[in-house]
C-alpha cells in the first residue's frame, strides 16, 4: 500500500433524476455530502465526464467527481480526472453502493477484485489497476428480487437515514486518509 493521502474521492452512481434516490447511487450520496461539508460547488466538466470540485477539507485540498455517465462507464470520467490531474490509482478513493453489507454498514478496502460492480469492473479497466481504495456502502442484499431491480429502488426512509449516519463515521476519519494512514483509518472504522 501506498503511503500517499487520497487526492481524488469520487461518488459512482447513475446521472438523472430517476436514479438520484436509488440504492445505486450511495456513492453520489457521499460525495455530495462530502462537497457540501467543504462549503464547495461541484461544477459539471464535459472533458472529465462529471460533476468535479477541487476543494479544502479538514485542512487538506481534494478533488471529487460524481461521473455523468451511467454506472458501467464510470471509468472513462474516473481516468479523465486522474490523467488530467496526474492522479495515481493508490490517492484514488471510490465511494459505492456494497449489497454484500447491511444497510448502514460501511467499510473501507484496498485492491480487490469488482465482486460484481459494474462501476468498479469499467474503472479497474480504464486505470488498468485495482490498486485503488473502495469505501463500500452497506445497502444490504435482497431477499425476494433480482439484485439490478433491488440497487435501482430507493431505500426505504429508515434504511436511508442509516445510510447518511454512516457517512458521519467517514468524517471522523478523513484527515487519516488524506494523510495516507490507512491502516489506522481501517482499524478505526472498522472497530466502531
Known amino acids: 500500500m501506498s503511503a500517499t493521502g487520497i487526492q481524488l474521492i469520487v461518488g459512482l452512481g447513475n446521472p438523472g433524476a430517476e436514479y438520484e434516490h436509488t440504492r445505486h447511487n450511495a456513492g453520489v450520496w457521499f460525495v455530495t455530502e462530502l462537497v457540501h461539508k467543504a462549503h464547495a460547488t461541484l461544477r459539471r466538466e464535459s472533458k472529465f465526464q462529471g460533476w468535479h470540485s477541487f476543494a479544502h477539507l479538514d485542512n487538506n ?23 488530467f490531474y496526474k492522479i495515481a490509482p493508490q490517492a484514488i478513493l471510490i465511494a ?31 486505470l488498468n489497476s485495482k490498486q485503488f481504495y473502495r469505501l463500500r456502502i452497506g445497502v444490504g442484499r435482497p431477499t425476494h428480487k433480482q439484485v439490478v431491480d433491488y440497487v435501482l429502488e430507493s431505500p426505504k426512509r429508515g434504511e436511508r437515514e442509516l445510510i447518511d449516519a454512516s457517512f458521519a463515521k467517514v468524517y471522523e476519519i478523513l484527515d487519516l486518509l488524506f494523510l495516507g494512514q490507512f491502516q489506522k483509518a481501517m482499524h478505526r472504522l472498522h472497530s466502531e
Open 61 to 83: 485540498d481534494c478533488h471529487f467527481l460524481i461521473p455523468t455517465t451511467y454506472m458501467n462507464h464510470s471509468g472513462t470520467s474516473v481516468q479523465a480526472v486522474a490523467n
Open 96 to 126: 459505492h453502493d456494497e449489497i454484500d453489507l447491511p444497510v448502514g454498514e460501511i467499510r473501507l478496502k484496498y485492491e480487490g477484485g469488482h465482486g460484481g460492480h459494474n462501476g468498479l469492473r469499467d474503472i479497474m479497466a480504464h
